[in-house]
């Protein structure tokens, strides 16, 4: 069973900088490195907004136009890590922010990712707040 | 890709048939998820694929649908299933989820 834990969530100032966390653990028979990754974030009382995705070995990565620029997504393999480089934060960057795995693993280089999510976290909450 | 889910709230009893609506502003084919969003708990993937149920999720779940008008369908609603669902599509970027459809004790 696939764990993920955000942190590293927590209030900053507008213009501030913020790092998060994701820690995977439980991979059955696969592990980390098989899986693209990806962040979603869901606004306090509002809905799911996809913010950013990374491929199985850290090629390809993608990113909501809302925090292109400013958010960076990484991950490190070696740890079963996955990263969210927050940067110039603004308010309505505020809300719970979601570790999520896809549910295709990688089994061959070019294998395409299936850009839905079978594992989430429990949430990082930012505030973005002077 | 905007993704419109009606109603946004359904009032219901527990065995009452739910079915939720989501429709796609183009076509996605089939590449729709349907996820689960209950307080306290992960977010759940229920369907994808527009019709497929993902490991574990009770049979009383199936969605239907393909292009741009998806339906979630509970048979027979249970007392854990008083939630908020949303679609996704997963077609084209940037990913879109729908708006929510939060599903109440009537």
């Known amino acids: 069973q696939v764990q993920l834990v955000e942190s590293g969530g927590g209030v900053v100032q507008p213009g501030g900088s913020l790092r998060l966390s994701c820690a995977a653990t439980?991979?059955?028979?696969?592990?980390?490195?098989?899986?693209?990754m990806y962040w979603v974030r869901q606004a306090p009382g509002k809905g799911l907004e996809w913010v950013a995705y990374?491929?199985?070995?850290?090629?390809?990565?993608r990113y909501a136009d809302s925090v292109k620029g400013r958010f960076s997504i990484f991950r490190d393999n070696s740890k079963d890590m996955l990263y969210l480089e927050m940067k110039n934060v603004r308010p309505d960057d505020s809300g719970t922010y979601y570790c999520?795995?896809?549910?295709?693993?990688?089994?061959?280089?070019?294998?395409?990712?299936?850009?839905?999510?079978?594992?989430w976290g429990q949430g990082a909450l930012v505030i973005v707040s002077s | 890709i905007v993704m419109t889910q009606s109603p946004g709230t359904l009032s219901v009893s527990p065995g009452e048939r739910v079915t939720l609506s989501c429709r796609a502003s183009?076509?996605?084919?089939?590449?729709v998820a349907w996820y689960q969003q209950r307080p306290g708990q992960p977010l759940r993937l229920l369907i994808y694929?527009?019709?497929s149920r993902a490991t574990e999720v009770p049979g009383r779940f199936s969605g239907s649908g393909s292009e741009t008008d998806f339906t979630l369908t509970i048979s027979s609603l249970q007392s854990e299933d008083f939630a908020v669902y949303y679609c996704?599509?997963?077609?084209?970027?940037?990913?879109?989820f729908g708006g929510g459809a939060k599903v109440e004790t009537k």
């Open positions: 439980g991979f059955p028979f696969t592990s980390f490195n098989n899986f693209a």
């Open positions: 999520a795995k896809d549910r295709g693993i990688v089994v061959v280089p070019a294998a395409p990712d299936d850009l839905h999510f079978d594992s």
């Open positions: 694929g527009a019709s």
């Open positions: 183009q076509s996605v084919r089939n590449n």
């Open positions: 990374v491929r199985y070995d850290g090629s390809n990565k």
């Open positions: 996704q599509q997963y077609n084209d970027w940037p990913l879109t």
